[in-house]
């Protein structure tokens, strides 16, 4: 059974674990916590978390280099266990989406998102699944390093508490049927309010 790989994207250390940026790393948390699996394992610049999920063999990534070079974790985790594209998701946080959004695609440019643009050159490819969670634009004129750099509001985290789980029921939909199924299921046009 071939081996399915999810990052998770984020800055590693506890003064960035509830940003906006940490989205990512959030979601893989909560999906680990669900199956009673632990990040114990550090490998290539990243924390894993290696089990099975809805019967599928899974190793679970936090790359631990900074979210701009999130490639130099992942390239190398997916030359070592020999990992296809296609059995790779990376979960990742979308100001282009509006907080509550998630949207799944098979495969895509980066966005705009340093995380994503460094493991597309680092793979040479984009041909793989993400999951977007939409953190929605920063307010009026402030820097969008910045906003996703802090954390959520309160109100917000009401909203993401909801948006993560959604986000972990996505993720067991596409170990267990595929993407084309997750997509049908999870990409639905109205926020979590």
């Not at 998102?113 to 969670?133: A, C, D, E, T, W």
């Amino acid at each position: 059974m071939a081996l399915k790989m999810i990052v998770g994207l984020g800055n590693p250390g506890p003064r960035y674990a509830r940003n906006r940026h940490n989205v990512g790393f959030q979601i893989v948390d909560a999906l680990a916590e669900k199956h009673a699996l632990s990040f114990q394992k550090r490998q290539f610049k990243a924390l894993l978390a290696m089990g099975a999920i809805q019967g599928q063999r899974i190793l679970l990534v936090k790359p631990q280099t900074y979210m701009n070079l999130s490639g130099e974790a992942v390239q190398p985790l997916v030359n070592y266990y020999k990992i296809a594209l296609l059995d790779m998701m990376v979960v990742f946080d979308d100001m282009d989406l509006p907080l509550g959004v998630i949207r799944l695609r098979p495969f895509g440019g980066a966005g705009g998102h340093n995380g994503m643009r460094s493991i597309i050159q680092r793979l040479g490819s984009n041909q793989f699944p993400r999951l977007r969670v939409g953190i929605d634009r920063p307010p009026g004129r402030m820097d969008p390093a910045a906003y996703v750099l802090q954390d959520f509001s309160p109100e917000e985290e009401a909203v993401m508490v909801q948006v993560r789980a959604r986000a972990v029921d996505a993720l067991e939909t596409w170990l267990e049927q595929g993407i084309d199924a997750a997509m049908n299921a999870f990409n639905v046009r109205t926020p979590i309010e």
